[in-house]
């Protein structure tokens, strides 16, 4: 039956040409499906893979790279890198100490050996002083214990520097002393001292003292040493003085020089005439600054 139906067909097929066997036509329609099925397929494809326009759908593909490529760290991961960023900066700040400490070393001790190199080729030495001389103008002591008293000394000043002059500045007192009384004062010229000098400074005492300035046990006992011709006394010096070499000041502010000299005097009731001085003591002290 079915060699009949296919026979009848083909015979037709055969006159009419629009016609065409059903078979065939079943396997054409089934192939235009598959190409069909096959270009909407790769359609599909290349609209996938076709480029984000919209400005929504590019946020969210930068959102998606960021957190692929963003790591998450753990709290303990965190704490180690600030504990390693910190121990760093300890370490940097540590070696910039050492090295500000070193450099403040190294300078001290350049500062140190000049120090030391400058006073073993300047070689500086003390001056000296010395009460070389005392002579009485005018002393009168009466029993009312009224001072008028007038000296002259000279003082004996000694520059043993080779390099080194001295200078006398003014503001200088010279005080003569009787048991802590001040009996009369002076000062000291003032002057520069050349250097391996020595140099006599005549200093002026006057003194002019009144009954109740200078009454009671203290007059009646520097009458009974006149009578032994034995008074102990003390001549204090105070002096400002700087140092130069050549033209230059070494001190920026003078120091002081204060020389104390204890001594044994007599014939102070005698003017004009010179007197013994015995049992000298002299106590030298310095400051680096003058106190007025």
Request: charged residues 25%.
């Amino acid at each position: 039956m079915n060699g009949l139906v296919r026979g009848a067909t083909a015979s037709l097929s055969r006159r009419f040409d629009v016609y065409e066997p059903l078979d065939r036509v079943m396997r054409s329609a089934s192939r235009r499906d598959v190409r069909r099925r096959r270009s909407m397929s790769f359609k599909r494809k290349k609209v996938a893979h076709v480029p984000l326009r919209n400005n929504e759908d590019r946020a969210k593909q930068k959102r998606q790279i960021f957190l692929n490529s963003y790591k998450f760290e753990s709290p303990k991961k965190s704490q180690r890198s600030r504990c390693m960023k910190l121990n760093k900066v300890a370490r940097k700040v540590k070696t910039v100490v050492a090295k500000l400490v070193s450099s403040f070393f190294r300078i001290g001790v350049v500062i140190i050996a000049a120090v030391v190199i400058s006073f073993i080729v300047i070689n500086p030495h003390v001056p000296e002083y010395k009460i070389n001389d005392f002579s009485v103008k005018a002393f009168n002591l009466t029993p009312d214990f009224n001072l008028n008293a007038h000296f002259v000394i000279t003082v004996k000043a000694e520059n043993p520097n080779k390099q080194i002059s001295i200078i006398y500045g003014k503001g200088s007192s010279v005080t003569l002393l009787y048991s802590g009384k001040t009996l009369c004062s002076g000062k000291v010229p003032d002057f520069t001292q050349p250097t391996k000098n020595t140099t006599m400074i005549n200093v002026d005492l006057k003194g002019d003292l009144k009954g109740s300035d200078f009454g009671g046990s203290l007059g009646e006992s520097l009458m009974e040493k006149m009578k032994t011709d034995k008074i102990p006394l003390t001549v204090a010096v105070r002096v400002p003085v700087n140092a130069a070499m050549g033209n230059m000041h070494v001190l920026k502010d003078p120091m002081g020089i204060y020389v104390n000299c204890s001594m044994v005097v007599n014939n102070l009731s005698q003017p004009d005439k010179k007197v013994g001085i015995s049992d000298t003591k002299y106590d030298v002290d310095f400051s680096y600054k003058f106190k007025h």
